[in-house]
């Protein structure tokens, strides 16, 4: 495939994402009906929720990145693991300040010390330090296999980040099913996590070239300049 039928396809996929994301953000703030007791600042969820979702999708690709990196060392897996990285700490930073915006006319404050909001924030702190980590570290390999190692720490909070309403008692909410929630939301809710997932694929893909361009200029040997050629008089 050239460059300019790539070029094509990505502008494509651009136009698709930003009308799916449109319409997504139409259906929550406009088609789905008002929740009963919560009013329209219910209608947060429908970026709350699938903002934290990308954030443990992300986490999620990290740990496979870093514990594929151990096992077989590439400087395209490693740019991943970055890039990963990266989106699970901005899209949960984004997805948390909502949640809080959320939570100041529901629970009274913007942010209580439940299991659920500890949890996420031990993860967006640890993902700070794991680039904090890649930013000063120069040599390439001891880096990959540095972060690589933390990366693998980190994850193990990404499923207790999931259960920890289960296991513990929170103010924060069990996750809803279809049953318990009405379907226009359900639909709602759907398209949205769809049109976030696809930012986030948007997202990936544009960090992971950056990574993987600055990885090749670290670990390509410059080719020297041929020596002119002495004249003699």
């Known amino acids: ?24 953000a139409w259906v929550g703030l406009v088609r789905a009906p008002p929740d009963r007791e919560m009013g329209d600042v219910q209608r947060i969820m429908y970026a709350h ?47 948390t300040t909502l949640g809080a915006i959320w939570g100041r006319p529901t629970w009274g404050v913007f942010w209580a010390w439940d299991p659920r909001l500890t949890t996420v924030a031990i993860l967006l702190v640890a993902y700070a330090g794991y680039m904090a980590l890649r ?27 999931y259960f920890s309403v289960k296991w513990w008692k929170s103010l924060h909410q069990v996750q809803s099913t279809p049953r318990t929630v009405d379907p226009q939301m359900v639909y709602a809710l759907r398209w949205n996590i769809l049109a976030f997932f696809l930012v986030l694929l948007v997202f990936l893909v544009t960090r992971y070239r950056i990574a993987l361009a600055a990885r090749m200029r670290e670990t390509t040997v410059p080719e020297q300049a041929p020596r002119a050629r002495q004249v003699v008089a």
């Open 135 to 161: 930013r000063f570290v120069d040599d390439p390999e001891r880096r990959a296999v540095w972060s690589a190692v933390t990366g693998i720490i980190i994850a193990v909070d990404v499923p207790i980040i």
């Open 1 to 24: 495939m050239d460059t300019r039928m790539r070029r094509r396809l990505e502008i494509v996929a651009m136009l698709g994402t930003l009308g799916i994301f449109v319409y997504a």
């Open 49 to 95: 929720v699938p903002m934290v979702q990308m954030m443990l999708l992300s986490g999620t690709i990290n740990f496979v990145c870093c514990v594929l990196y151990l096992f077989r060392a590439s400087w395209k897996t490693d740019a991943l693991a970055e890039a990963s990285a990266e989106t699970a700490l901005v899209f949960g930073a984004i997805g």
